[in-house]
């Protein structure tokens, strides 16, 4: 059994930044690659970043580079997004998902088995 929970969101101004947490509570927490994803309504979710234990890995997807980055408290298995210069776009709802594979699943949410019910993130210009 597995238990995903994100906080930190809320409403922040542009060029603002906010940091997000995810903690994993389970013993496979620590086995498997945990990532962040988005979503805007209507829209596909986008990948952002994830953490890949085979190797301790920290990838980024292109197009957050230089804004957002992530860490990882190893001792408490929470993944943390901090996003800095924050525009209205950035406005989405962000989930955080373990148990996805290791490689390419932090990019593929059809490769994560364990998501949290998501939180809001609302930019405000």
């Known amino acids: 059994q597995v238990q995903v929970k994100e906080s930190g969101g809320g409403s922040v101004q542009a060029g603002g930044s906010l940091r997000l947490s995810c903690e994993c509570s389970?013993?496979?927490?620590?086995?498997?690659?945990m990532a962040w994803f988005r979503q805007v309504p209507g829209q596909e979710r986008e990948a952002i970043a994830g953490f890949d234990p085979v190797g301790d890995i920290l990838n980024v997807a292109d197009s957050f580079v230089g804004r957002f980055s992530i860490s990882k408290d190893h001792a408490k298995s929470n993944l943390y997004l901090q996003m800095n210069s924050l525009t209205p776009e950035d406005s989405a709802m962000y989930y955080c998902?373990?148990?996805?594979?290791?490689?390419?699943?932090?990019?593929?949410?059809?490769?994560?088995?364990?998501w949290g019910q998501g939180i809001q993130v609302t930019v405000s210009s």
């Open positions: 389970g013993d496979t927490c620590s086995r498997y690659t």
């Open positions: 998902a373990a148990e996805c594979d290791s490689g390419s699943g932090w990019k593929y949410p059809s490769l994560c088995n364990e």
